[in-house]
């Protein structure tokens, strides 16, 4: 007895259409760190798609891959300074948590790579925005969230007025460690300037 059903058909393999290569990541953190290498090298000015792909050990194909220009590439690495940001220290006091929060910052801001890129991306913010919106986000956001969380934490513990303007606590904890680091570049702090800078700041935090 036959019927009018059909034996159900194997569906053919469908094929990735050409050019869809899945972008290694191990790839893309090669190119990231390129960028630094090659921003403190030659600066932003001089930095080159091709330079960045020698360093990284890749065609230039692969960096066009995932971004469209030397501008595009340098915005997402600052970019994604601010969304790493730092560790909130939870020592216990307002003094204790910025004394390591300077710690911190300062190994960081006086690194090499650091010390070089820094200057040279302020220097080309100046004349362009895209690159000014993306330092700020990243000096700033980065920082500040940090901050936020020491005061707020310092708040709960009394240690701080609940009224206290959380703004000018922000600029109080950021601005002179940035000055004398990144501003003036100076080339050594003075010994005990951060715990001298911690005990002031916090004194001037709590008169607020």
């Known amino acids: 007895m036959t019927t009018n059903a059909e034996e159900p058909k194997t569906r053919p393999r469908r094929r990735a259409p050409a050019g869809a290569a899945v972008?290694?990541?191990?790839?893309?953190?090669?190119?990231?760190?390129?960028?630094?290498?090659?921003?403190?090298?030659?600066?932003?000015?001089?930095?080159?798609?091709?330079?960045?792909?020698?360093?990284?050990?890749?065609?230039?194909?692969?960096?066009?891959?995932?971004?469209?220009?030397?501008?595009?590439?340098?915005?997402?690495?600052?970019?994604?300074l601010a969304v790493q940001g730092l560790p909130a220290p939870d020592t216990g006091s307002l003094e204790g948590d910025l004394?390591?929060?300077?710690?911190?910052?300062?190994?960081?801001?006086?690194?090499?790579?650091?010390?070089?890129?820094?200057?040279?991306?302020?220097?080309?913010?100046?004349?362009?925005p895209d690159i000014a919106d993306a330092m700020q986000k990243a000096l700033r956001e980065g920082q500040e969230g940090v901050a936020s969380k020491i005061v707020v934490a310092a708040r709960r513990r009394g240690e701080v007025r609940a009224d206290a303007d959380d703004d000018l606590a922000l600029d109080l904890i950021s601005g002179p460690l940035y000055w004398r680091s990144v501003v003036i570049r100076s080339p050594k702090l003075p010994k005990g300037y951060l715990g001298s800078l911690a005990r002031a700041t916090a004194a001037a935090i709590k008169a607020l």
């Open 23 to 80: 972008l290694r990541e191990d790839v893309t953190e090669a190119i990231r760190a390129a960028v630094f290498e090659e921003l403190a090298a030659v600066g932003y000015a001089r930095m080159s798609i091709e330079g960045i792909a020698r360093r990284a050990g890749v065609g230039k194909t692969a960096v066009y891959r995932r971004w469209r220009s030397k501008l595009h590439l340098v915005l997402d690495v600052v970019s994604a």
């Open 99 to 128: 004394r390591l929060l300077y710690e911190v910052t300062s190994r960081a801001l006086r690194h090499p790579v650091a010390s070089q890129i820094i200057p040279d991306l302020q220097a080309e913010a100046a004349r362009n």
